[in-house]
């Protein structure tokens, strides 16, 4: 079945099927992007990343007030 055939049948799908669908190609997309370990460097920048989030895990700022900030900004 060539792309093209899937994504004409896409719609006709019921919700659950597409859901379904859609989980089987995310564990397949993250399978591909993880192929492999990361890099020295990769390994480097995740162990930074994790210990910077465990000294403050705040979420940060709703991206409505970011947005909001960034379009007065530009006014």
Known sequence: MSTAQ???EL???TARDRSQLFACLAEIHEA???DGAPTPAERQAL???LTEFERDPSP???WRDV???FRESRL
């Open 11 to 13: 719609p006709r799908l």
């Open 6 to 8: 899937i994504l004409e």
């Open 67 to 69: 947005f909001r900030q």
């Open 47 to 49: 162990d930074e990343a």
């Open 60 to 62: 940060g700022e709703p």
């Open 32 to 34: 591909d992007l993880l």
